[in-house]
């Protein structure tokens, strides 16, 4: 072999973003070795990044506490650097067993940093959410957030995880860590791989707005609740910044080059969003366009704990990483649907 591979730890790869970060990483020329337990995604995906990549993937089926798996990990493939998506994600979940989450979430990225400080690993990149921004209004006034914003307040356990992650990222670079790390704070991925070899599996019935819509579109839900219509924006329904799991996924391998760079061990946090907001009716409203046919649907009672409007200031992710979105809800709605339509179902 003339150069040298780049090896790129990816926890949780099988998972939704994971599996588009794994395609988006081989393109760029990176070799990713994914560690998952399969706890919450399907043993097909590494199949079907084979196929997708046309190459070889490496995914081992181990969970990210399991200590004696990852250093054997770490040893054989001197890793340039991870990225952490594995943790538990159901905030619905996390309010009715919180251990469960605070001990996965928290537990899995203590053992990747006790590891990569044994092997002297550069960079990593930390899955985060805008979750930890809680109820932007209510305390700054405004709907859009940046990331030096003081208040935040996630309003779930799993929400906490993520905050405490942070913090737990923040010491570990104050201490004597020799690393560099990126923390993206996601907004709302949607959308699917082009190819519709991979896409979003949910679990039972889906807690997300878009798999609720396609789902029910294709008769597997009767219909679509939208829950609440008298929020304070223009339509009454709640705000979300959506962004293609593509771009999300390509995030990651700007913030990946970006840390290469780095000289210096640190900790940058970078909103991955598009800096737009779309309104549940407007969802509804281009999911119909896309499709060229209604949707059955009805408003609901509010869901508790929905934050009314959120969106991201990019700017700083531009900047530094130059990275920005490049696909449209449209685009997104387009490649859900097809997946929709292809995915193997389980329900
Ligand atoms: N939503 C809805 N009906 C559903 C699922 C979601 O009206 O069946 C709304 C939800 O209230 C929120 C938006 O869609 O305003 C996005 O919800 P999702 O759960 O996808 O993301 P999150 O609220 O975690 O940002």
Known sequence: MSTKQKHI?????????????????IEAGYTPVIIDDFRNSERFIPERLEK????????????????????????????????????????????????????????SLISILRMMDKYNTKSLVFSSSCTV????????????VTEDSIHLNPDSPYGN?????????????????????????????????ASGEIGELPQGIPNNLLPYITQTAVGIREKLTVFGNDYDTEDGTCIRDYIHVCDLADAHVSAIKWLD???????????????????????????????????????GPKRSGDIPEIYANPIKAKEMLQW????????????????????????
């Open 161 to 193: 995880t993520k905050l405490i992650g942070e913090q737990i990222l923040q010491d570990w670079i104050a201490s004597s860590s020799r690393s560099n790390v990126a923390l993206l704070r996601y907004f709302n991925p949607i959308g699917a791989h």
């Open 9 to 25: 730890l990816v926890t949780g790869g099988a998972g939704f973003i994971g599996s588009h970060t794994v395609v988006e990483l």
């Open 133 to 144: 921004y809680g109820n932007p209004k209510s305390t700054t006034g405004k709907s859009v």
């Open 52 to 107: 997708l990549t046309n190459q070889k993937i490496i995914a081992v089926d181990a969970a990210c506490q399991d200590v004696e798996v990852l250093d054997s990990l770490f040893s054989k493939y001197n890793f340039e650097g991870v990225i952490h998506f594995a943790a538990d994600k159901a905030v619905g979940e996390s309010v009715s067993d919180p251990l469960k989450y605070y001990d996965n979430n928290l537990s």
């Open 261 to 299: 760079l780095q000289t210096n061990p640190g900790i940058e946090i970078f909103n991955i969003g598009t800096g737009k907001g779309t309104s549940v009716l407007e969802m509804v409203q281009a999911f119909e366009k896309v499709i060229g046919k209604p949707l059955s649907w009805e408003y």
């Open 324 to 347: 920005e979105s490049k696909f449209s809800i449209f685009q997104a709605i387009e490649d859900a649907w097809r997946w929709e339509n292809n995915r193997p179902k389980n329900d």
